[in-house]
């Protein structure tokens, strides 16, 4: 595959790009990136090799990052990792503190960095090298129109630039920031991302839709704490599980809804998930949907409307799922439902399952 510049790939919004799957633990999430088998990879090997830093070129340890990526591996999600100390990291350090009986503050004091470090060196970014299966394509340009989107084979990733920054729980921004000038993306490129661990492909029985690899594609672990219930809380943007003893043990920042389409307060049940599922439009259902539009079946992947997978509500028409955009969650509308980045998505679909209750409150 040629390789691209770094800041050219953000700049180009013609660039092509595309799309690929996979899963496993939340203690797994916090290991090292394995190095990459010799020889040639297989269709399904998502493992990035770790490259040794240049000796006395080791990046100063950015604080805010570090804790991100580890907030990040303990459930309590940032949102999009960018090394800022904006309202999304404050808001998933409140989750965790409450999880952890510290003062909910948000603020990111000495103890708070204590109990989510643990004593453990954890590092804000590492130096990886693409492996050659991940940075292939296809990679298509993605319209705006949804009947135009319908005339694809697939809603894959623009360009490897934005495959890669999803792969690494962050944007294709950041990655320009954290790399040095005339960076190479491509096959076997050295890149510098935010230090999001390694998940196997898994092996689940009846998996015809490349969950597997979905998981493992957006280092999401198969294996996650199981919840109870969810609680959405509009004024806060954010979505909560707590497991039967009602401890806070996940959390993550959402969009929910807008003046158009509310979110709609009360109590809910968890009807089903689809795991990259194709997505049917009807405009019949969407307030701004042009007057030429069609019904449509868009084919799946991470570009497409609803994201990776659509956890189904008990509500008519409406869900919990994933986005193309997760630079935008939390800081703009939605058409009703629960949007969140795709891994975060990805992760809350690995620890729901039917009949789970969620409670939508203002």
């Not at 189904?312 to 509308?333: A, F, N, V």
């Amino acid at each position: 595959m040629k390789t691209s510049i770094l800041t050219a790939a953000l700049l180009c919004s013609a660039c092509n790009i595309s799309i690929s799957d996979g899963n496993d633990s939340a203690a797994a999430n916090a290991t090292k990136p394995k190095p990459a088998q010799s020889g040639a990879l297989s269709e399904t090997d998502y493992a990035f090799e770790t490259v040794e830093e240049p000796a006395g070129k080791a990046p100063q340890i950015n604080r805010i990052l570090q804790a991100q990526v580890a907030l990040d591996r303990r459930g309590f999600s940032p949102g999009v990792i960018d090394g800022k100390d904006g309202m999304s990291f404050k808001a998933a350090l409140r989750g965790f503190q409450e999880a952890n009986d510290l003062p909910a503050t948000g603020t990111y004091d000495e103890k708070t960095a204590a109990a989510l470090l643990a004593g453990q060196q954890v590092p804000d970014s590492w130096l990886v090298r693409i492996p050659a299966n991940f940075a292939r394509g296809p990679f298509f340009n993605i319209p705006k129109g949804l009947n135009e989107q319908a005339k694809l084979p697939a809603l894959t990733y623009r360009n490897l630039l934005e495959k890669l920054a999803e792969r690494f729980h962050t944007t294709p921004e950041t990655l320009v920031a954290l790399n040095p000038p005339g960076t190479k993306v491509g096959a076997g490129s050295t890149v510098r991302v935010p230090a999001i661990a390694n998940q196997p492909v898994a092996r689940i029985e009846g998996d015809e839709r490349g969950w597997g690899e979905t998981l493992a594609s957006l280092g999401v672990a198969k294996e996650q704490p199981q919840a109870d219930h969810l609680v959405v809380d509009k004024s806060e943007g954010l979505l909560k599980v707590y497991d039967a003893q009602e401890k806070l043990i996940a959390q993550f920042p959402v969009t929910t809804g807008s003046e158009h389409d509310p979110l709609p307060i009360g109590e809910w049940t968890i009807k089903g998930i689809s795991r990259n599922p194709d997505f049917h439009y009807n405009p019949d259902l969407f307030w701004d949907a042009s007057s030429k539009d069609e019904k449509a079946v868009l084919k799946p992947g991470p570009n497409g409307p609803v994201g990776i997978v659509w956890i189904d509500l008990s509500k008519d028409h409406y869900g919990i799922h994933g986005t193309p955009e997760p630079q935008t969650i939390g800081r703009t509308e939605s058409h009703g439902c629960i949007r969140l980045t795709n891994w975060d998505a990805a992760r809350l679909a690995q620890m729901v399952k039917s009949g789970v209750k969620a409670t939508f409150q203002a």
